[in-house]
C-alpha cells in the first residue's frame, strides 16, 4: 500500500492532469469521448482517497496521536522562504559567527576586509557559500532586515493578546514561507473521500445528461479542474494556499453556472454567485491578514514556526487568541464562510446559481464547494473556541439561515431552486452544530456534511433526470404522476426525500439528530441556561417539520397524481434516464439509505473526527464540563423519538395536503395565507433580492457613476498627460539618430570628455 | 621631476597627440580609407603611450600588447579593405556619408552641400607670361569634395 | 603556459579548432548543409571540456575559474547552441560555414574575455569576438543596408576598441603589469599610487568604461545599435544584442569593480549615469519604433540601462552585507532571462520570416494570435518577460535588479548614496512601465488585430525549437527561478585576492 506522502499529491494532481488534458486533446481529439480522462482521473483520485482513509484512520488510531490528534504534513514545494536569510544572518551576527569572521578576516579601512592565510581562505569561502545558498533563497520575496521591522509593531500587539507561554516566539515572527504544504488528517481524509466519490458519481452521472451538448469537453474540464481545487482546499496546510484555493473553486463555480453563459439569466447568475462571493472573500482575506499579523505565520502546522494550528500551540490549554483580535479573526472568517456556504446574510446567489447544468448543481452546489465553509469553521475552531460571542454569531447565523431556507423553500415551484434552499437551510443546521463549539458539535456538523453530501446530490441528480426526461421544463407545476415512466428516479427520490427529512433509519435522521443533540448539550446540563441556544434549538426543531413540507411537496407533486402529465417540450424525451444517470442515483441512493445508520452505529465517523488536531484540542479542554454518557445517551434518544414524531407529522400533512384529488386543500389553506401575506413573504423569497437592490446595489451603481464620471474627467486626463511625455521626449531624442556615422563618433567621444569632464574638474 | 618621469611624460604627451589626431581624423575625414588609417593612427598613440610606460615600469608586458595591437590591426585592415572594396563597388564611392539609409524613419536625408573652393578677394599678382602654350586643364567636377 | 593551463583553455581550443576546420573545410566543398551540425556538435564537445574545469572561488591566472568565469562560459555556450539551432536554416545567399565558423569564434571570444586575468588576454579575446562579428554582419543577405549596418559597425567598434585600448594602456602604466591581479594589488595599497596618478587612473576608469559600453549598447555609446540591428538579419541581431553584452559585462566588472577597488567611486558616477540614460533613452525611443529590429535594438539599449543599475549597485556595496542583495548576481541573472526573452523574440521573427522576405513591421505580426497561436503565445510571453510581468522570468530579473538598488539604499554603510539609489530604482520601475507600452503594442498588434495576409512562416523548425527552448526557459525559470539565483549568485568573483595568491599563481 502506497505512503500518504504519495497519495496526498495524486489526488488532487490526477484531476488536474485531467482537466489539463480534456482542455488540449478536448476540442479537436476527444470530442464526444471528452469525459474519460475526467472519469477515470477522479475514479482514480476516490480509489486513493479511500485508501488515504484506511491509512489515516489506522494510524490515526495509534495511541500516541490520541491526546493531540494526528496530523501528517507533505511539503511539496517550498516557493519562496525569508525565514532562512533571517536565521543565518541572525547566526552571522552571533557572538560564534564573530569569532569566525574575527579569525578569517582581519577589517581594513574603509570596510575592506582582506584575507590573511590560507586556513582562513577556506574556512572563509565555505561559509560565505552556505550564506550565499540561503541568501539566494531568500532573494525572491526581497524581504531584507529592514524590511521587516514595520512586523515588530504588530509583534508587541499580537503578544498582549496571546498567552504568556508564547510570547518568546514572537523572534520568529518575521518569517515569511510561501510552502505548498498538503496535510492529510482524519478531517481532511473525510473531506476528501466525500469530494472525490461524489464527483466520481456527478462525472459518470454527467455523460448521460450532458450528451450532444456543444461545451462537452468544456464541461469535463471544469469539472476537473473544480476537483482539482477542491481536493486543494481541503488538503492545504495553510491560509494562504486555502485562500488561493478557495478563490479557485469559486472561479470554478462561476465557470460552470455560467456554463451556458448565452442564456443572459446564466450569465448574471454567475456574476451575482461571484460578486456575492467577493463580499465573503473580502472578510475571509481581512481575517488571513490579521492572522498573519497577531501569529507572524499561516501555517496551520508547525514548522520553523508556531503553526496557528500546530500541535505545539494547540498543547497549551490557554485560549489561542484572546480578546478583540481574536473575536475579530473569527467573525472575519465567519463572513469568509457565510459567502462560501450561501449563509444569512449573503445566501441569496445559490438559488440563483442553479441556471447551471444539474450536475453541476449537485456537485457545486450540494455537496461541495458550499460545504468549504463549514470544513473552514471546523478546521478554525480553535480559534473559535476563545471566544464565546463568535460562536454564538455562527451558531445564530447557522439557526437563522436554516430558517430562513426552509420558509422560503415551502413556496417555491422550481424543482433546483427548492433544492438550492434545502440546501441553504442544511447548512444552516451545520453552522449551528459550529457553533456549539464542541467535540459533539463539530462532529455532528460533519456527520451532516457527510450525509447531506449524499442525499443532496442524490435529490439534485434526481431532479436532473426528471429535468432532462421533461426537456428542460423544472417548474413543479407542469408535470406530475411521473412514477409510472420514471420508476428509478421515483424510487432514488423517495429515498434521498427520507433521508433529507430525517426519516428513521435514513441518513439524515441520525446526522440531523446529532446536531439538535450537540445544541441541547449547550442548554440542558449545568446551571448556565444559554438562552441563545435555546431559542436556536427550537426554531430549528420546528424546522424539520418545514424540512418534511418542503421535501415533499415537490415529490408528491412531480411523482403523484391521478394522471401523468408531461409538459410539451418534453417530446420524445419522457422516459427513464440512460443507465449512465440512474447507476449514479442508485449507488447514491444506497448511500443516503444506509450511511448514516452505519455510521451511527459503528460510531467511527465522530471518533475518528475527533483525531483531527483540531478537534481534538477541543475534546482536552473543553469549554464546559462535559455531562456523563449516559445523561447524553437519554438526551439523545429522546430527542430522536421527538423529531421522528415531528417529520412524521410533517410528511403525513404533505400527504394530506397533496396527495391525490385533495389537492385542493393546499390551495385552500393557502388563500388565508395568502391575505395574511406570508405566502408572499415566502414565494417573494422573503424579498432579500429587492431589498439589496434598493440598499446595497442602487447607492453603489450611484457612487460608481460619480466615480467613473471624476476618472474619465480628471484622472484618465492627467494619466493621459503623463503618458505623452515618454513620447514626447522620444520624438525629441530622434534627430540625434541621424545615419551618419561621424555623428555617432562624435556622440560617443563628446561621452567620454563629459565623463572625464565630470571627474577631473 | 626626474628624468625618467620627465621622458615618460614627453611621450605620454606625443601619444596623447597622435590619439588626439586619430580622432579628429575620424571624425572629420569622410573617405572610408583614411578614416580607417586615422583610427590606425589612434592605436599607434596608444602604442606609444603603452611602450614608454613599459620601459618606465621596466616590464615588457606592455611591448607585449603593442604586438598584439599590431597583429590585430593588419587583421582589421584586411576586414577594412575587404569592407571598403564591397562598398565602393555599390555606390562607386568612397564617401561614408554615402551610407545613412539606416537611420530614425522620420528624419531627413543628409544632403551634401557643396563648399565652393577658397578665392582671394585681391588682385592677383601680376605675373609674367610663361613661354610656349598654357596645358588645357579640364574642369573639375564639384559635386562632391575630390580630395577629402 | 602549462598543462593546466592548456586544459582549462580546451573549451576555447576545441571551439577555435572546429572554427578553423569548418572555415578550410567550406573551401573545397560547395555543401550549405552540415555545417550547422558541425558547429552543434563543436559547442557540445566544448561544453564536456567546460565541464572538466575546475570551480575555484578566487586567484588563477591567465585564466580565472571563479564563479564569474565558469557562469559566463556556461551561458556563452548556451547562447552559442540556441543560435546554431535559430540559424539552423542554410543562409539563402551562401556562406553558412563561414558563418558558423565565425560563430564559434566568436563564442570562444566570449568564453576567453570572461575568465581572462590579463589585460593582453581581454583585448585579444575582445577582438576575438568584434572580428568575426564584421565578418557575420557582412555575410548572410548582401543588400545596401546589410552593407551599410557592417560598415557602420565595423567603424565605431575600431574607435570603441581604440578608446579601451587607451584606457588599458593607463591601468597598465598604473599598474607596470598587465595583470588583473596585480593591478588590483596596487589600487588597494593604501596610497599605493603614486603621487599625481589620480588622473590617470581617472582617466583608465573613463575610458575602459566608455569602450566596453559600446558592447553593452549603453547610452551615448549605443548609436550603431538599432541602425544595425535594423540592417542585418535577426540572428545577427539576436547575436548582436546578447553576446557582446555578456563580454562586456564580464570585463567590465573584472576591470571596473575588481581590479579597480578604489575605482568604485570614479566608476560609480559613470555607471550611474550611463544607466539612467541607457534605460530612459531606450526606451522612449523605442515607442516610436514600427521595424521590429529596430524595436527590439532599442529595448535592448534600456536592458543594459538595467544591466548597468545592477553594476551601480555592486560598486556601491562592494562588501556585501549579510542580508543584502548583491548587484552582479542580480545582474548575470537579469542577463540570463533577458538573452532567453530577446533570442526567443528573434527566434520567432525568424521562423515567421521566408527564404526571400523577412519579418520587418509591427503590422506584419497582426493577427497572428488567430492565425499561429503558439507561437503568438510564445512572443506574448517572451515581450511579457521583457516587461516584467510576475511569474515570467523577467520579473525576477527586475526584481533583482532593483533589489539590489535598494538594498544599497537601506545599507548603513552606504547611507550618503541612499538618494542616488532611490532615485535610480524610481527610474528603473519608472521606465519598466514606460517599456510595457510597446512591447503591449506587439501583443496588441497579434491578437486584437485583423491578419493582413498569410504569414508564411517559412523561417525552418530550428528557429521553432529554438523560440520553444527560450519559452520553456523564460516559463521555466519564472516558475522555479532558485537554481539559477543561486549559480548566478556564486557569479560574484572573490575580493579577498592578496598577493601571495596571484605570486603563487605567478611566474615571477
Not at chain 1, 139 to 155: D, H, K, M, R, W
Not at chain 1, 274 to 293: K, M, P, S
Not at chain 1, 329 to 337: E, M
Not at chain 1, 521 to 535: A, I, P, R, W
Request: contains cysteine; aromatic residues 10%; hydrophobic residues 50%.
Amino acid at each position: 500500500m502506497p505512503e500518504i506522502s504519495q497519495l496526498l499529491p495524486l489526488i488532487p494532481a490526477l484531476p488536474l492532469a485531467a482537466a489539463m488534458l480534456t482542455a488540449v486533446l478536448g476540442p479537436r481529439l476527444l470530442r464526444k469521448q471528452s469525459h474519460w480522462p475526467t472519469v477515470l482521473a477522479l475514479a482514480l483520485s476516490c480509489t486513493a482517497s479511500l485508501m488515504l482513509l484506511c491509512k489515516v484512520h489506522r494510524e490515526a488510531g495509534q495511541e500516541e496521536y490520541e491526546r493531540s490528534g494526528y496530523e501528517k504534513i507533505v511539503t511539496l514545494y517550498t516557493w519562496a522562504n525569508v525565514d532562512e536569510a533571517y536565521e543565518s544572518d541572525l547566526r552571522l551576527r552571533s557572538p560564534e559567527g564573530t569569532v569566525v569572521i574575527s579569525q578569517g578576516r582581519k577589517p581594513l579601512e574603509n570596510g575592506r576586509l582582506r584575507q590573511q592565510s590560507p586556513e582562513g581562505a577556506t574556512v572563509n569561502s565555505r561559509r560565505d557559500d552556505s550564506n550565499k545558498d540561503s541568501l539566494a533563497t531568500a532573494a525572491p520575496l526581497g524581504l531584507y532586515n529592514s524590511e521587516v521591522i514595520p512586523f515588530q509593531g504588530f509583534t508587541s500587539l499580537a503578544n498582549d493578546c496571546r498567552p504568556e507561554g508564547t510570547k518568546k516566539q514572537g523572534a520568529t515572527i518575521k518569517n515569511f514561507r510561501i510552502e505548498i504544504a498538503l496535510r492529510a488528517d482524519p478531517l481532511t481524509a473525510v473531506m476528501l473521500a466525500v469530494i472525490t466519490f461524489v464527483s466520481t458519481l456527478v462525472a459518470i452521472y454527467s455523460i448521460g445528461y450532458m450528451h450532444g451538448d456543444p461545451g462537452y469537453w468544456r464541461f469535463f474540464s471544469y469539472i476537473s479542474l473544480f476537483v482539482f481545487s477542491m481536493t486543494m482546499l481541503v488538503s492545504a496546510s495553510n491560509f494562504l494556499l486555502l485562500y488561493v484555493f478557495w478563490e479557485a473553486v469559486g472561479l470554478c463555480s462561476y465557470l460552470l453556472i455560467g456554463f451556458w453563459c448565452e442564456k443572459p439569466a446564466a450569465a448574471a447568475a454567475g456574476m451575482k454567485a461571484f460578486l456575492v462571493n467577493r463580499i465573503g472573500d473580502f472578510g475571509f482575506a481581512l481575517g488571513i491578514f490579521l492572522i498573519w499579523t497577531t501569529f507572524g505565520t499561516l501555517d496551520f502546522h508547525d514548522s520553523t514556526a508556531m503553526g496557528v494550528l500546530g500541535k505545539m500551540r494547540l498543547a497549551s490549554p490557554e485560549p489561542i487568541v484572546n480578546g478583540a483580535v481574536g473575536t475579530a479573526i473569527c467573525l472575519l472568517l465567519l463572513l469568509g464562510a457565510c459567502g462560501k456556504s450561501a449563509q444569512f446574510p449573503l445566501h441569496v446567489w445559490l438559488p440563483d446559481a442553479m441556471e447551471g447544468p444539474t450536475p453541476v448543481s449537485a456537485l457545486i452546489h450540494a455537496a461541495t464547494m458550499v460545504t468549504a465553509g463549514v470544513y473552514m469553521l471546523a478546521r478554525c475552531m480553535p480559534l473559535f473556541a476563545a471566544s464565546p460571542f463568535a460562536l454564538h454569531a455562527v451558531a445564530v447565523v447557522g439557526g437563522l439561515t436554516a430558517l430562513i431556507g426552509a420558509v422560503v423553500a415551502i413556496t417555491q415551484t422550481d424543482l433546483k431552486r427548492i433544492l438550492a434552499y434545502s440546501t441553504i437551510s442544511h447548512l444552516g443546521y451545520m453552522f449551528l452544530a459550529m457553533g456549539a463549539g464542541t467535540v459533539l458539535g463539530v462532529t455532528a456538523g460533519m456527520f451532516h456534511l457527510v450525509t447531506h453530501a449524499f442525499f443532496k446530490a442524490l435529490l439534485f441528480l434526481a431532479a436532473g433526470s426528471v429535468m432532462h426526461a421533461m426537456g428542460g421544463v423544472i417548474d413543479i407545476r407542469r408535470f406530475g404522476g411521473l412514477r409510472r415512466i420514471m420508476p428509478v428516479t421515483h424510487w432514488t427520490f423517495l429515498i434521498g426525500g427520507l433521508a433529507m427529512v430525517g426519516m428513521i433509519p435514513f441518513a439524515g435522521f441520525y446526522s440531523k439528530d446529532a446536531i439538535l443533540l450537540a445544541v441541547a448539550e449547550k442548554f440542558s446540563f449545568g446551571n448556565h441556561v444559554d438562552l441563545v441556544y435555546q431559542t436556536l434549538y427550537w426554531t430549528t426543531f420546528g424546522g424539520i417539520f418545514l424540512i418534511a413540507v418542503y421535501t415533499f411537496r415537490p415529490f408528491l407533486l412531480t411523482f403523484y397524481g391521478k394522471d401523468t402529465v408531461i409538459p410539451p417540450e418534453a417530446g420524445h424525451h419522457a422516459h427513464e434516464s440512460p443507465l449512465s444517470m440512474t447507476g449514479p442515483l442508485v449507488i447514491l441512493a444506497l448511500g443516503a439509505a444506509f450511511l448514516g445508520l452505519y455510521l451511527e452505529k459503528t460510531g467511527g465517523l465522530a471518533e475518528f473526527l475527533a483525531g483531527t488536531p483540531s478537534v481534538a484540542y477541543l475534546n482536552r479542554y473543553p469549554l464546559a464540563p462535559e455531562p456523563s454518557h449516559e445523561t447524553l445517551e437519554s438526551l439523545h434518544s429522546s430527542i430522536g423519538r421527538q423529531s421522528t414524531v415531528m417529520v412524521a407529522a410533517g410528511i403525513l400533512f404533505t400527504i394530506f395536503l397533496y396527495a391525490g384529488s385533495r389537492r385542493r386543500l393546499a390551495d385552500r389553506l393557502a388563500g388565508p395565507m395568502k391575505r395574511l401575506g406570508l405566502y408572499q413573504l415566502s414565494f417573494g423569497k422573503l424579498f432579500f433580492d429587492p431589498l439589496y437592490r434598493l440598499f446595497v446595489v442602487r447607492p453603489l451603481e450611484l457612487f460608481a457613476q460619480a466615480c467613473a464620471w471624476f476618472d474619465n474627467r480628471f484622472i484618465d486626463g492627467s494619466v493621459n498627460l503623463v503618458g505623452i511625455l515618454p513620447k514626447l521626449l522620444g520624438a525629441a531624442l530622434r534627430p540625434l539618430q541621424g545615419g551618419l556615422i561621424q555623428f555617432y563618433a562624435l556622440a560617443m567621444i563628446l561621452g567620454v570628455l563629459i565623463f572625464l569632464g565630470v571627474l577631473l574638474l | 621631476m626626474s628624468p625618467e618621469i620627465a621622458l615618460l611624460n614627453n611621450y605620454l604627451i606625443v601619444g596623447a597627440i597622435l590619439f588626439g589626431l586619430g580622432l579628429i581624423g575620424f571624425m572629420s575625414r569622410r573617405n572610408m580609407i583614411v578614416m580607417f588609417l586615422a583610427a590606425e593612427m589612434m592605436l599607434q598613440g596608444v602604442s606609444l603611450s603603452l611602450v614608454a610606460w613599459s620601459r618606465f615600469r621596466n616590464d615588457f608586458g606592455g611591448q607585449m600588447l603593442v604586438i598584439f595591437i599590431i597583429a590585430v590591426a593588419a587583421c582589421e585592415a584586411a576586414i577594412a579593405l575587404g569592407l571598403v572594396t564591397t562598398l565602393f563597388q555599390r555606390s562607386g564611392r568612397l564617401d561614408i556619408a554615402d551610407w545613412h539609409a539606416l537611420r530614425e524613419a522620420n528624419q531627413p536625408a543628409f544632403v551634401d552641400e557643396p563648399i565652393s573652393e577658397e578665392t582671394s578677394t585681391e588682385e592677383p599678382l601680376p605675373t609674367l607670361a610663361r613661354a610656349g602654350v598654357a596645358p588645357q586643364v579640364p574642369p573639375v567636377k564639384t559635386d562632391y569634395r575630390p580630395n577629402v | 603556459m602549462t598543462y593546466q593551463t592548456v586544459l582549462q583553455l580546451l573549451p576555447e581550443i576545441l571551439l577555435v579548432a572546429f572554427a578553423v576546420a569548418i572555415y578550410v573545410g567550406s573551401a573545397f566543398s560547395d555543401a550549405q548543409r552540415g555545417w550547422n551540425r558541425a558547429a552543434l556538435a563543436g559547442v557540445v564537445l566544448a561544453a564536456c571540456a567546460l565541464a572538466t574545469v575546475h570551480y575555484h572561488p578566487a586567484g588563477g591566472y591567465p585564466l580565472f575559474q571563479d564563479g564569474l568565469a565558469l557562469f559566463a562560459r556556461w551561458m556563452a555556450l548556451a547562447l552559442a547552441a540556441l543560435y546554431i539551432l535559430l540559424s539552423f536554416k542554410p543562409l539563402p545567399g551562401g556562406g553558412t560555414p563561414e558563418m558558423f565558423g565565425s560563430l564559434l569564434l566568436i563564442v570562444a571570444g566570449v568564453m576567453l574575455a570572461a575568465a581572462a586575468a590579463d589585460l593582453v588576454l581581454i583585448f585579444v579575446s575582445l577582438e576575438l569576438i568584434s572580428i568575426p562579428t564584421y565578418i557575420l554582419l557582412y555575410l548572410g543577405r548582401r543588400d545596401a543596408l546589410q552593407q551599410e549596418s557592417a560598415a557602420k559597425y565595423f567603424y565605431l567598434s575600431v574607435l570603441s576598441s581604440a578608446i579601451l585600448l587607451y584606457g588599458f594602456s593607463f591601468l597598465y602604466g598604473l599598474a607596470g603589469s598587465t595583470d588583473l591581479h596585480n593591478i588590483h594589488d596596487v589600487f588597494l595599497d593604501a596610497g599605493g599610487l603614486p603621487q599625481g596618478f589620480e588622473l590617470f587612473a581617472k582617466l583608465a576608469a573613463v575610458l575602459a568604461i566608455a569602450g566596453l559600453s559600446f558592447r553593452l549598447t549603453a547610452v551615448p555609446f549605443h548609436f550603431y545599435a538599432p541602425d544595425v540591428y535594423q540592417g542585418t538579419t535577426h540572428a545577427n541581431a539576436a547575436l548582436l544584442s546578447v553576446i557582446p553584452k555578456l563580454a562586456g559585462l564580464a570585463v567590465l566588472v573584472r576591470i571596473a569593480w575588481w581590479a579597480m577597488p578604489d575605482g568604485g567611486h570614479l566608476a560609480l558616477g559613470i555607471v550611474a549615469a550611463l544607466a539612467v540614460l541607457s534605460m530612459t533613452l531606450g526606451n522612449v525611443l523605442a515607442l516610436w519604433q514600427d521595424n521590429l529590429r529596430r524595436l527590439m535594438a532599442y529595448s535592448s539599449i534600456a536592458h543594459a540601462g538595467y544591466l548597468l543599475l545592477g553594476l551601480a549597485a555592486a560598486l556601491a556595496m562592494r562588501n556585501i552585507q549579510p542580508g543584502a542583495w548583491d548587484g552582479i548576481g542580480a545582474m548575470m541573472f537579469y542577463l540570463c532571462v533577458y538573452a532567453a526573452a530577446t533570442i526567443g523574440t528573434f527566434a520567432v521573427f525568424e521562423h515567421l520570416g521566408g527564404s526571400t522576405r523577412r519579418v520587418e513591421g509591427i503590422d506584419e505580426l497582426a493577427g497572428l494570435g488567430r492565425e499561429k497561436p503558439t507561437v503568438a503565445a510564445m512572443l506574448a510571453a517572451f515581450m511579457f518577460s521583457l516587461t516584467g510581468i510576475p511569474i515570467l522570468a523577467g520579473f525576477w530579473g527586475k526584481f533583482q535588479i532593483f533589489g539590489s538598488a535598494l538594498s544599497v539604499a537601506s545599507d548603513a554603510e552606504t547611507a550618503f548614496l541612499r538618494p542616488l539609489f532611490i532615485a535610480l530604482a524610481v527610474v528603473g520601475v519608472l521606465n519598466a512601465a514606460v517599456s510595457a507600452a510597446y512591447y503591449l503594442r506587439i501583443v496588441g498588434a497579434m491578437y486584437f488585430r485583423a491578419p493582413l495576409g498569410k504569414f508564411r512562416a517559412e523561417g525552418g523548425t530550428g528557429a521553432l525549437l529554438a523560440a520553444a527552448l527560450c519559452c520553456l526557459l523564460v516559463l521555466g525559470l519564472g516558475l522555479y527561478p532558485r537554481p539559477l539565483l543561486r549559480a548566478s549568485d556564486r557569479a560574484r568573483p572573490q575580493l579577498e585576492i592578496v598577493g601571495q595568491v596571484s605570486n603563487l599563481s605567478h611566474p615571477k
